[in-house]
């Protein structure tokens, strides 16, 4: 492991340096002692973060960014789902004859030299790479880590640390995860997403066999067995890894281990029972993680039943990517993990109303995260009520029914119109295609800012309110809250 910086990230311009993974990037290549520049549209607390550190920021975007850094930049970075290829940064830097890269790209040369654990799968990922980190941290490791959402325990979503591990978040959302060359791979679940970028659920699945592909020889596939799709890949994956040394290990209560048969269940959750705002679970683990049977209680402090799966498939990663490490250490580590921003994030308070706010964009997270809003409420006699706002056209074009499905689980719903991103409006894709299907009381509101009114009417003293989805939604809970306060 070196902590120099290869020549071409020297002096990087970064395109969209505020968004989540580029910020977090642009941190590490600062700890490592390189130049940084960036654009962005707008500003934020990342960027003042940035710029405190020695980052050289824009807001707005034109040629002339790439001159903010003397000499001028080694390399551009970009991301390929939120910035399109006709930036006029990206077509000045080609001009230039400077090479274009996208994050995952650089995040792989960081990468190099280190002991490697990524967690990948349609949900969980950054809540368990999350578990992760804080677990190696109360084990003693300092490792370096790039995740998908801010630690409550140290505000950042990247760190450069003294370790010689390296945790991150593998995003299979653009196929970017190929880039990686991983020493432990979790796989939370995988079931069709993304079909926007890569057309059919068969593709989309292939994604993750290629990636596993790609662990090195002696290394570790861990998969939930509780999930289809992640107990199917270890099913069709065990044979080939094992002629490359990789071994294939299992967690969850087993409930389809008939799909990954020869495979091992070295952790298994017993029971769940909710605790307030998290939950306990009865753990077992077994060889090859441990070398004798190790039981005990553990408690996670987010609820629901697939954060305990989660912690699971966190726990097993740590074992395996440091084997030095203890398993009563990592659970203590993970029972002292203080959450994420966005997920399940308490927000506050008002007329006896709680707000929380999570980030769920996919009918399975929604469903999820709605079935632990009801744990939390439990038999207090308060309602759930849910605020959707959809993400992309497409998906909800593709998963309209399901959506609805999934926040009927509350009590009543409000759903905004649709937060497009980076795609254009299609003829009759709003918000109303879910609301009219959810078959609990549900409202339509053309915008989010409509949002406070509508709660302020319909909540009541010991209801939980839950804004969800990935878009604009979380800026709205000040507003939501100063509205049931009054």
């Known amino acids: 492991m070196s902590d120099s910086l290869p020549q071409q990230l020297a002096r990087v311009h970064m395109v969209g340096i505020g968004g989540a993974g580029m910020s977090g990037l642009a941190r590490i290549l600062l700890a490592r002692g390189g130049q940084v520049s960036g654009s ?48 006029i940064e990206l077509v000045e830097a080609r001009r230039r004859g400077v090479p274009v890269l996208y994050r995952p790209q650089v995040l792989a040369q960081l990468m190099d030299g280190y002991r490697t654990l990524l967690i990948t799968g349609t949900h969980g990922k950054t809540s368990t790479t999350s578990m992760a980190v804080v677990a190696l941290q109360h084990c003693g490791t300092d490792p370096s880590f790039a995740i998908g959402g801010e630690l409550n325990e ?49 593709a989309y699945v292939q994604v993750f066999d290629d990636f596993t592909g790609l662990i090195r020889p002696g290394g570790t596939l861990v998969v939930c067995l509780d999930d289809p799709g992640a107990a199917a890949l270890a099913g069709r994956q065990t044979d080939a890894l094992a002629q490359s040394g990789v071994r294939v290990i299992g967690y969850g209560t087993g409930r389809h281990a008939d799909l990954a048969p020869g495979v091992p269940l070295a952790g298994r959750v017993r ?46 990663g740590c074992l395996s990517v440091d084997p030095g490490a203890q398993a009563a250490s990592v659970l203590d580590g993970i029972e002292s993990f203080g959450g994420v921003h966005r997920r399940f994030e308490f927000r506050g308070t008002a007329g006896r109303v709680a707000l929380y706010d999570d980030y769920a964009h996919h009918p399975t ?85 409509d949002l406070p009114a509508a709660v302020a009417d319909r909540a009541r003293p010991g209801d939980l309110v839950l804004t969800i989805g990935a878009g604009d939604i979380t800026m709205q809970a000040p507003p939501i809250l100063a509205a049931l306060e009054s």
């Not at 707008?42 to 824009?58: K, N, P, T």
């Not at 140290?154 to 970017?176: C, K, L, M, P, Q």
């Not at 553990?298 to 954060?307: E, I, S």
């Not at 992309?392 to 905004?416: C, G, K, M, N, W």
């Open 365 to 449: 997270e929604v469903r999820a995260v709605l079935t632990a809003a009801r744990s939390v409420v439990g038999d207090s006699g308060g309602r759930v009520i849910a605020l959707f706002q959809p993400h992309l056209y497409s998906r909800t074009e593709e998963f309209a029914p399901e959506f609805a499905q999934a926040l009927s689980l509350a009590d009543e719903v409000i759903v905004a119109d649709v937060y497009g991103a980076r795609e254009e409006p299609r003829p009759g894709v709003t918000g109303r295609l879910i609301s009219d299907a959810v078959t609990v009381p549900a409202v339509f509101v053309a915008s989010v800012s």
């Open 40 to 87: 962005d549209g707008r500003d934020g607390r990342a960027l003042i973060d940035l710029r405190a550190r020695g980052a050289q920021v824009r807001i707005g975007h034109d040629p002339s960014a790439l001159d903010l850094l003397d000499g001028g930049p080694t390399v551009v970075v970009t991301t390929q789902a939120a910035i399109p290829a006709d930036n």
């Open 271 to 316: 029971s769940i029972t909710p605790r307030g705002t998290g939950s306990s679970a009865e753990v077992e683990l077994t060889r090859p993680v441990v070398p004798t049977p190790v039981k005990r209680g553990m408690q996670v402090t987010l609820p629901g039943d697939h954060m305990a799966l989660n912690a699971l498939g966190a726990l097993l």
């Open 154 to 202: 140290s505000g950042t979503n990247a760190h450069h640390g003294s370790g010689r591990i390296f945790v991150a978040e593998a995003d299979e959302s653009d196929g970017s995860l190929l880039q990686y060359r991983p020493d432990v791979v979790v796989v939370t679940n995988i079931e069709a997403d993304h079909l926007d970028f890569f057309g059919t659920e068969a």
